[in-house]
């Protein structure tokens, strides 16, 4: 029981479980860009995790391949550097490190050099030998996206990547591509092309950490295993959707990136527009990645398209002050470091329900969650004699993405005592706490799902490319200027306030940071 005296029990249920994720295949892992930021950050703290809970195939090994030149016992030295300050499990478990050290080994090489390919093979036979790992080979892209097509063409014509022609092939051949899958839909189609010239789509996994976390898989087994709420999640019983991911930090010395990216193409084209799918979804056939993904790509047929004129009144970009100043960004740049939107699916569950939503840079929080509004009660039962009397609220139900993971409901409820006063209870449920185990980081799942073959959580081409399709538009309607100005807000605070017109011309309002 806490201060607030709500008490959550857990009872998970005895049997076997719905989905058994199944021991991954021996395999090699390959890290192009393995000096980078990503790899130092997220992808050896993921798989050294991995192998701390003996999640990893016995016979394992990692292929660092960078175009510095790298020394096998100096480049150990560095990832266990990076370890100690970004391993999710703190003091550095020394055991695991023991194991983990004798199974990464080096390549240094360009991107564009049939010479360096040629050494990785060899190097990769060697390591297939030595450790056992059967000729799996798994391809990590964590470099720019400019050396996506190099390094495909390096791989293919080296004999490293070949495509499938029937499932279950064995020795395996995959790759994982890092955002952005493109810049806009004809780079993306472009890049499709260059990918599906090689390999076969079920061999290519472009990765989206958002969809490795633990709260956004669980917006499925939420909406789905509780007959409590799916008959309400339509248009008959729900106002509106808003979906949020505010960033308390700028764009923190990746201004030259950012400035490219802005935020629309950095977090609505793919993470934001992936929670809203998951959200608005038809229940899929069965759980098998297919049939999910499927069922995600018609709701992006499904978003009623935004051209020209109608990105001015549908969509408000903002900047930070002082971003303009940043290292890297152009001294006029038009980037939007803050988004807010609103979304129409034309399908016959959401037909009328509009979807809210926001991201942004120097915000005043760290936040990322999607509140389902539901309808207010049909009637003033409680509207008692005078005109100021106590404001029902809706229902909210929300799904905390992150910090605190969690899903919280608001409800209203009578106050003790002699009148009838009304007043606001919010339950509130923390994945942390109830179930008494930390969240795993997304990497670690996305990297376990990619040696496995499982694809449910990455990106389809078709889905991308219709994901795209619907941004595109108002991209180029926002860097012409027909979709409006780009305006300032300062840092910390809610973003700009021409935001608050998108939901008040429909007489609502944002949940407040």
Request: aromatic share 8%.
């Amino acid at each position: 029981m806490d201060a607030q005296g709500l008490h959550i029990e857990t009872h998970p249920r005895e049997g076997d479980p719905v989905l058994r994720a199944g021991r991954p295949d021996p395999c090699t892992v390959v890290i192009f860009g393995a000096t980078g930021d990503l790899a130092e950050r997220k992808l050896f703290p993921a798989l050294f995790e991995l192998d701390r809970s003996h999640l990893l195939p016995d016979h394992f090994a990692i292929v660092a391949y960078s175009r510095s030149k790298l020394v096998g016992d100096a480049f150990r030295e560095h990832v266990k550097e990076g370890l100690q300050k970004f391993a999710r499990t703190q003091p550095l478990d020394e055991a695991t490190w023991k194991r983990f050290a004798p199974r990464l080994e080096v390549v240094s090489g360009a991107y564009d050099d049939p010479a360096s390919f040629a050494r990785l093979r060899e190097k990769l036979d060697e390591v297939s030998r030595h450790h056992a790992t059967d000729g799996n080979q798994l391809y990590y892209m964590a470099t720019p996206a400019s050396t996506f097509p190099q390094i495909l063409h390096g791989l293919a014509e080296a004999g490293l990547l070949k495509r499938e022609e029937q499932p279950g092939q064995r020795p395996w051949r995959r790759l994982v591509i890092e955002k952005p899958f493109g810049h806009d839909l004809d780079s993306a189609r472009e890049l499709n092309r260059e990918l599906s010239a090689v390999l076969d789509e079920k061999q290519v996994f472009r990765i989206d950490h958002y969809l490795g976390k633990e709260t956004v898989q669980n917006i499925l087994v939420f909406r789905f295993a509780n007959a409590i709420f799916e008959p309400l999640w339509n248009r008959n019983h729900i106002d509106h959707v808003e979906i949020t991911a505010a960033e308390k930090i700028g764009v923190e010395g990746r201004g030259g990136f950012y400035d490219e990216t802005g935020v629309i193409r950095d977090m609505v084209q793919n993470h934001l527009l992936q929670v809203l799918a998951l959200c608005a979804m038809e229940p899929p056939v069965s759980f098998a990645a297919e049939d999910i993904r499927d069922e995600k790509t018609k709701v992006f047929r499904a978003l009623r398209p935004l051209e020209g004129r109608e990105v001015a009144e549908a969509v408000v970009a903002g900047q930070y002050e002082g971003y303009r100043k940043e290292k890297g960004v152009k001294p006029d740049s038009r980037t939007p470091t803050y988004v807010a939107m609103k979304m129409n699916v034309d399908s016959w569950r959401w037909q009328g329900v509009p979807f809210y939503v926001r991201a942004g840079k120097n915000l005043k929080q760290r936040l990322t969650e999607v509140s389902i509004h539901f309808k207010s009660v049909p009637i003033g039962l409680f509207a008692g004699e005078g005109a100021t009397c106590q404001r029902l609220q809706p229902n909210v139900l929300t799904l905390r993405i992150q910090p605190k993971e969690g899903i919280a409901l608001s409800f209203e409820s009578k106050v003790p005592g002699e009148d009838v006063s009304i007043a606001g209870v919010t339950m509130d449920f923390n994945y942390a706490e109830s179930f008494d185990k930390p969240v795993p980081e997304a990497y670690e799942r996305l990297l376990l799902d990619c040696m496995r073959g499982n694809a449910t959580l990455f990106a389809r081409q078709d889905s991308v490319e219709q994901a795209w399709s619907y941004v595109t538009p108002i991209l180029r309607a926002l860097e012409s200027g027909e979709g409006g100005e780009v305006h300032t807000y300062a840092p910390g605070t809610s973003g700009p306030d021409a935001a608050n017109a998108i939901p008040a011309r429909d007489g609502r309002r944002w949940t407040r940071l």
